[in-house]
């Protein structure tokens, strides 16, 4: 066990944010590669990890990482799962560094590249996005990933080239902004470039998973996704409107040709079919619209009813008046 003192508040350079879901089997890996590379780096630092209502032995694991070094760990607990992005702001909350970075668990991006984004903020940048080299992710990420970046620069002001990479590095001003933000549901990255004055991004490396599962599955990939476009534009609403008014104009037209014709020809059935596959298109059209409106309505509902976005069970590391934190 360290018998080494944590710094005071003020004379923390770095904290680390990293979120822990039942990572047991990466946790050795990460602690043995993440404390070297940071007391390599000649800053004052300090990690907080936030376990999001781990159900293996990840807990167990961050209590005897802290007993071994407690001078520049702390460990949040949370009661129960609330999401990589609500353990992110929890572990914010805990900060006390100047310049804040956010980690996964589970090693794709290597502790190694942090001192790049510390180099950045150096820079006098606010805020460092970075790009993965070579994804080691599957073809099918790879491509969802892309499509999205992409629909999400079409409608948002937000320009980041990998918006699936979680390592990046906020000034302490930007994460304070962030905390102040009364948002239910938020995209911590999208959040903090809009609050940023100065961003930029830096290539790293990208590994394999070290260990476990990824705990991002198709529909929660869509539905984050739904989330960032919703939570930062009315863009599809705007669309949906001038597609509904495109629509409603060119049905007007169809309707008067088929009265037209009616009076001139008599009446036919040979259209009925064409007449059902317009009919299940608008009814489609309708039924996509009305997802979209749920979509906003949604966010609404979760923001009216002012639920706190995590609840902290335990924290080692901190004082007793930060423990009391919700």
Same mark, same amino acid.
Not at 121 to 127: T, V
Not at 234 to 250: D, E, K, M, R, Y
Not at 268 to 283: C, N, P, S, Y
């Given at each position: 066990m360290s018998d080494k003192q944590p710094a005071p508040a003020g004379d923390v350079e770095v904290s680390l944010v990293i979120p822990v879901y039942n990572e047991e089997a990466v946790l050795p890996q990460l602690f043995a590669r993440l404390y070297p590379v940071m007391d390599g780096l000649g800053r004052t630092w300090e990690v907080v990890f936030v376990d999001d209502g781990s159900r293996d032995r990840s807990v167990a694991l961050l209590r005897e990482q802290y007993q071994q070094r407690p001078d520049v760990t702390r460990v949040v607990c949370l009661r129960a799962n609330a999401g990589q992005h609500a353990a992110i702001m929890a572990g914010f909350e805990y900060t006390r560094g100047r310049t804040i970075v956010t980690l996964d668990a589970d090693l794709q991006n290597p502790p190694e590249e942090i001192g790049k984004l510390l180099a950045e903020i150096d820079k006098g940048h606010d805020y460092v996005g970075s790009i993965r080299r070579t994804r080691r992710d599957s073809r099918w990420r790879h491509w969802a990933s892309r499509l999205m970046n992409r629909v999400r620069e079409r409608i948002t002001r937000i320009h980041m080239t990998d918006q699936g990479c979680m390592l990046r590095a906020y000034d302490r001003s930007i994460v304070e902004a962030i905390l102040a933000s009364d948002e239910a549901n938020t995209f911590i990255p999208a959040l903090a470039y809009l609050f940023a004055g100065n961003p930029t991004e830096v290539v790293v490396a990208h590994e394999e998973r070290a260990a476990g599962e990824s705990k991002y599955p198709l529909f929660k990939l869509i539905h984050l996704n739904f989330d960032l476009m919703t939570g930062f534009s009315i863009v599809?609403? #705007?669309?949906? !409107?001038?597609?509904?008014? =495109?629509?409603?104009?060119? !049905?007007?037209?169809?309707?008067?040709?088929?009265?037209?014709?009616?009076?001139?020809?008599?009446?036919?059935? $040979?259209?009925?079919?064409?007449?059902?596959?317009?009919?299940?298109?608008?009814?489609?059209?309708?039924?996509? =619209?009305?997802?979209?409106?749920? $979509? +906003?309505?949604?966010?609404? +509902?979760? #923001?009216?009813?002012g639920r706190p976005r995590y609840l902290v069970r335990a924290v080692l590391g901190a004082p007793q008046d930060e423990q009391d934190r919700t």
């Amino acid at each position: 066990m360290s018998d080494k003192q944590p710094a005071p508040a003020g004379d923390v350079e770095v904290s680390l944010v990293i979120p822990v879901y039942n990572e047991e089997a990466v946790l050795p890996q990460l602690f043995a590669r993440l404390y070297p590379v940071m007391d390599g780096l000649g800053r004052t630092w300090e990690v907080v990890f936030v376990d999001d209502g781990s159900r293996d032995r990840s807990v167990a694991l961050l209590r005897e990482q802290y007993q071994q070094r407690p001078d520049v760990t702390r460990v949040v607990c949370l009661r129960a799962n609330a999401g990589q992005h609500a353990a992110i702001m929890a572990g914010f909350e805990y900060t006390r560094g100047r310049t804040i970075v956010t980690l996964d668990a589970d090693l794709q991006n290597p502790p190694e590249e942090i001192g790049k984004l510390l180099a950045e903020i150096d820079k006098g940048h606010d805020y460092v996005g970075s790009i993965r080299r070579t994804r080691r992710d599957s073809r099918w990420r790879h491509w969802a990933s892309r499509l999205m970046n992409r629909v999400r620069e079409r409608i948002t002001r937000i320009h980041m080239t990998d918006q699936g990479c979680m390592l990046r590095a906020y000034d302490r001003s930007i994460v304070e902004a962030i905390l102040a933000s009364d948002e239910a549901n938020t995209f911590i990255p999208a959040l903090a470039y809009l609050f940023a004055g100065n961003p930029t991004e830096v290539v790293v490396a990208h590994e394999e998973r070290a260990a476990g599962e990824s705990k991002y599955p198709l529909f929660k990939l869509i539905h984050l996704n739904f989330d960032l476009m919703t939570g930062f534009s009315i863009v599809p609403l #705007q669309v949906f !409107s001038l597609v509904g008014i =495109g629509v409603a104009l060119v !049905s007007f037209v169809f309707v008067i040709y088929l009265a037209v014709r009616r009076l001139i020809v008599g009446p036919e059935v $040979e259209g009925v079919f064409t007449l059902f596959a317009i009919a299940f298109f608008l009814m489609g059209l309708l039924l996509f =619209g009305i997802g979209i409106l749920g $979509e +906003y309505i949604g966010r609404i +509902y979760v #923001q009216a009813r002012g639920r706190p976005r995590y609840l902290v069970r335990a924290v080692l590391g901190a004082p007793q008046d930060e423990q009391d934190r919700t």
